[in-house]
C-alpha cells in the first residue's frame, strides 16, 4: 500500500505562506562561553503563517528553543534578521505581540490562580471589569473554572500548566509560543492536554509555535514540523502535515500518522540527531 | 506524644544540667569569699551549713539560680511599674528605643538593598562599607553618637534608637538583597515578555519574592536592636533602662540585680524574636504560603 506524502520542500514554502507572522531570514546566533563561541543558530530561514500550529524538534542542543526565544526576544540575533507581525521581534514584544509558556508554569506562589492570571492583565493596564471578564473567559477555555481562588501549589502540575496557558492567553495576542510545556508532566496528563491544546487551538485560532522533543507529540498537534539538528543549531527539514484538523488521540495508530513520524525520524537521523 | 519526645524531654534534660553545674560553679567561686568572712569571724562551719550560706551572699560573685529568680520576680511583679527598681520600668524604656531604632533600620536596610539591587554603582561600591562598618566595635562608636547628636541639640530616645538602627540594618540589608535577586530567571524573563517596566517587575516579582527573606533577616535585626539598645545605655549615663540597671548593679558590686536585668534582656529578646516570627509567619500564610 502507498501512502501520499508530498515531497519535502526544501526550507518550506518561504514564498507560498500567506499571512506571515513569522519570518527568520539567514538568522544566526553565537553564544560567547569560557569554551569560546558556540553556535547556536545558523542560516535559519522560516516563514510561519496565521493560524499555523508549527512544532520545532530536535535533540537537546540544537536551538530550538533558543529560535523561539529568539522570536520572543528573550535572545538577540548575532546575524541576520527575524520579523514578528512585520515589525523587529523587539517591537513586538514592545507589542505584547505574543503570549509565552515555559517549561515550567512558573506561576507566582503568592498570587492566586486568578491572580496570576491577571498579572500580565494590571502590567498592561486592563481595567478591573475587563480583568475580571478576560479571567472567567481564559480559566474556562483551559477547563479551570473553580479553582480561581486556589493557589498554584494547590494545584497537580497539569492544571498549573494550564494555568500559565491561560495567563498567556489572557491579554489576546493572536502568537502562541510554547517551550516544551508539557515535558514535565506524565504521559497521560500529557496526551489529555495535547487533545485540549488542539481543541484551543480550533477555536481561537491563534499561531502556535510549539517546542518538543517528543516525536508523537510533534506530530500529533502540528499542521507542520520543523526537525532541526545540533553543531550548529539548525533547520534541516520542514514536513507539511496531511492529517485533517479534526484529530482524535487515536489518530496517531492510523498508517499515515506513522508515515509522518517515520519522515520527523529519518530528518532527525539525516541531521545526525542520533549520534553522539 | 512525639512534641514531648523531640522537644520538651531534650530541652528539659539540657536545662535541669544547666542549673545542676550552675549551683555547682556558685559554691565554687563563693566560698574563696565566705571562707575569708567565717575565718575573720572565728567561725568553722560543717560542709552543708558552709554550702548553704555560699548560696545566700548579699554581693556573691556568682548568685545562685534561686537568687536571680526571687529577685527577677519581686522586681518584675512585686513593684509598682513606674518604681525605678520594676523591671517591666527597665525594661520598657530599652524596649521602646529598640523598637524605634529596629524600625528606623528596617527601612534603612530596605531602602539600601534596593538601590544595591537596582543600581550598579552602589551595587560595586556600598557593600564594602556596609560590611566594614560592622566592624567597627560598637561601644566606641555608641558614646560618639550621642555625644555628636547632644552637640545639635538632639537628646533623649533618638540616638539610643540610632544606635539600634546601626546595628539593626545591616542584616535587613543583607537579607533582602538576597531577597530581591531571588525571582527566578524564568519568572524575570515572564515579566519581560510583558514588557513590563522596572518598577513593576520590582513591585510585583521582586517585593513580594523577598518578603520571606525580610522576615529572617528582620529576626536577626530585633535581637541586634536590643543589644543596640542597651549598649547605648551604658556610656550616656541613662538613668532608665536595661543598660543602665546593668551599670549601676555592676557599679555597686550588686550581682544578684545583674543578673536578672540580664535574664529580664534576654526575655525582651525572645520576645521580640518570637513577635516577628508571628508576624512573619501571618504574612506569609497570607501570601498562599503552603501551611507547614
Known sequence: ?276 | MDRLRDKIVPVTTLLVILVVAWYAFAVLLNSPFQRDLDRRAGETPGTVEFIGKTLTQTKPTLPSPDQVATNFFENTFLRKITSNRSLIYHSWVTLSSTLLGFAFGTVLGIVIAVGIVHVTTLDRSLMPWIIASQTIPILAVAPMIIVVLAAVGITGLIPKALISTYLSFFPVAVGMVKGLRSPELMHLDLMHTYNASRSQTFWKLRMPASVPFLFTSMKVAVAASLVGAIVGELPTGAVAGIGAKLLAAAYYSQSIDMWSALVAGSVVAALLVVAVGIVGRFVERSMGGRPA
Not at chain 1, 499542521?223 to 492529517?243: A, F, H, K, N, W
Open chain 1, 1 to 276: 500500500m502507498s501512502i501520499m506524502i508530498p515531497e519535502p520542500k526544501q526550507v518550506a514554502g518561504m514564498s507560498e505562506v500567506k499571512n506571515p507572522v513569522i519570518e527568520a531570514r539567514k538568522l544566526g546566533l553565537t553564544f560567547q562561553t569560557n569554551d569560546g563561541p558556540v553556535q547556536a543558530l545558523a542560516n535559519v530561514d522560516l516563514t510561519i503563517g496565521k493560524g499555523e500550529f508549527v512544532s520545532f524538534i530536535g535533540p537537546s542542543g540544537c536551538g530550538k528553543t533558543t529560535l523561539l526565544r529568539v522570536i520572543a526576544d528573550l535572545e538577540k540575533p548575532t546575524s541576520g534578521s527575524m520579523l514578528v507581525n512585520g515589525m523587529t521581534a523587539e517591537k513586538a514584544r514592545e507589542a505584547r505581540a505574543y503570549g509565552y509558556v515555559f517549561q515550567a508554569a512558573a506561576l507566582f506562589p503568592w498570587r492566586t490562580i486568578s491572580g496570576n492570571v491577571a498579572l500580565p492583565l494590571e502590567i498592561m493596564g486592563v481595567s478591573k471589569a475587563e480583568q475580571a471578564e478576560r479571567i472567567k473567559r481564559t480559566l474556562d477555555l483551559v477547563n479551570l473554572s473553580g479553582f480561581e481562588k486556589k493557589y498554584p501549589w494547590q494545584l497537580s502540575g497539569g492544571m498549573q500548566q494550564r494555568a500559565s496557558i491561560a495567563r498567556a492567553l489572557a491579554f489576546d495576542a493572536d502568537l502562541l509560543l510554547m517551550d516544551e510545556p508539557f515535558g514535565a508532566l506524565d504521559e497521560i496528563v500529557r496526551d489529555h492536554l495535547n487533545e485540549q491544546l488542539l481543541e484551543l487551538w480550533a477555536r481561537t485560532e491563534k499561531t502556535i509555535c510549539f517546542v518538543t522533543h517528543s516525536i508523537p507529540e510533534a506530530v500529533y498537534l502540528s499542521t507542520r514540523i520543523v526537525v532541526m539538528s545540533p553543531r550548529p543549531g539548525r533547520v534541516t527539514d520542514v514536513i507539511e502535515s496531511t492529517l485533517p484538523k479534526e484529530r482524535p488521540l487515536d489518530i496517531r495508530e492510523t498508517p499515515e500518522f506513522l508515515a509522518i513520524a517515520a519522515r520527523v525520524r529519518d530528518g532527525l537521523r539525516a541531521g545526525h540527531s542520533y549520534e553522539d
